[in-house]
């Protein structure tokens, strides 16, 4: 399969243009079997920080970013960067980078409420996942795009768009074999700076991946049933 069929260019000011779509149905008996099937491999889902570094098939890291690029978006503008990072030297910068601004958030920054949120997830200011893990994907969201007459144009839904491609990301990788982390250092802004991305992308998250480390552990977590986070009416 080609990575693009056809190149997308922005589609701002075009008139609707409707295409056909009729997906096969899918049989009750097979759609409730595979919904059981999802939930049951998701439920096996945990954020990994500890990591082996072996390396991981470039094809399906970059499979499970062009899944993440399927996501609805706000006016269908996909304002997404995706940044694969395997270099072992800026992994290293940006784990010194991270590191930094961790310290000074656990040393005071984030407050005793934060901290006693994090306490049970067992973590500190020491990030070995950004080098021990074979790849980072750095998510930027995109706040405008710039036209070819050189005039910024805004995104909508912005958050919510990325938000989403994170998670389906996410779903992605844990289905292709491989675990991941969703790492969140504040403030973000020397992530643009080492990766040299432009004005109008804002970083996001960075996503070690790879696969557990042979002696990985993680929190004795239960996650919330069905009924505490369902309503129906």
């Given at each position: 399969m080609?990575?693009?069929?056809?190149?997308?260019?922005?589609?701002?000011?075009?008139?609707?243009?409707?295409?056909p779509?009729?997906?096969?149905?899918m049989?009750?008996?097979?759609?409730?079997?595979?919904?059981?099937e999802?939930?049951?491999?998701?439920?096996?889902?945990?954020?990994?920080?500890?990591f082996?570094?072996?390396?991981?098939p470039?094809?399906?890291?970059?499979?499970?970013?062009?899944?993440a690029?399927?996501?609805?978006?706000?006016?269908h503008?996909?304002p997404?960067t995706?940044?694969?990072?395997?270099?072992?030297?800026?992994?290293r910068?940006i784990?010194?980078?991270a590191?930094?601004?961790?310290r000074?958030?656990?040393?005071?920054r984030?407050?005793?409420?934060?901290?006693?949120?994090?306490?049970?997830?067992g973590?500190?200011?020491v990030k070995?996942?950004?080098?021990?893990?074979?790849?980072?994907i750095?998510?930027?969201?995109?706040?405008?795009?710039?036209?070819?007459?050189g005039?910024?144009?805004?995104?909508?839904?912005?958050d919510?768009?990325?938000?989403?491609?994170?998670?389906?990301?996410?779903?992605?990788?844990?289905?292709?074999?491989?675990?991941?982390?969703?790492?969140?250092p504040s403030?973000?802004?020397?992530?643009?700076?080492?990766?040299g991305?432009?004005a109008n992308?804002k970083?996001f998250?960075?996503?070690?991946v790879?696969?557990?480390?042979?002696d990985?552990?993680v929190?004795g977590?239960?996650?919330?049933?069905?009924?505490?986070?369902?309503?129906?009416i």
């Amino acid at each position: 399969m080609t990575d693009v069929a056809q190149r997308w260019n922005p589609i701002h000011g075009e008139p609707y243009r409707p295409v056909p779509y009729r997906p096969e149905r899918m049989p009750a008996a097979e759609s409730v079997a595979r919904a059981a099937e999802l939930r049951r491999r998701m439920d096996q889902r945990r954020t990994v920080r500890r990591f082996a570094p072996d390396p991981v098939p470039a094809e399906v890291v970059r499979d499970a970013i062009a899944c993440a690029g399927t996501a609805p978006s706000g006016a269908h503008q996909q304002p997404w960067t995706f940044v694969l990072v395997r270099d072992q030297e800026v992994r290293r910068l940006i784990r010194d980078a991270a590191e930094h601004e961790e310290r000074v958030s656990y040393d005071g920054r984030l407050g005793e409420e934060w901290l006693a949120a994090l306490r049970p997830l067992g973590t500190d200011g020491v990030k070995t996942h950004l080098t021990d893990a074979p790849a980072l994907i750095v998510v930027f969201q995109q706040r405008y795009w710039v036209g070819a007459d050189g005039a910024r144009h805004k995104h909508y839904y912005v958050d919510e768009s990325v938000g989403i491609a994170v998670g389906m990301l996410l779903t992605a990788l844990h289905l292709s074999g491989l675990a991941a982390l969703v790492h969140t250092p504040s403030p973000m802004g020397f992530l643009r700076e080492v990766l040299g991305r432009p004005a109008n992308e804002k970083a996001f998250a960075v996503i070690p991946v790879g696969y557990p480390a042979a002696d990985c552990e993680v929190p004795g977590l239960v996650r919330k049933s069905l009924d505490q986070v369902l309503v129906e009416i």
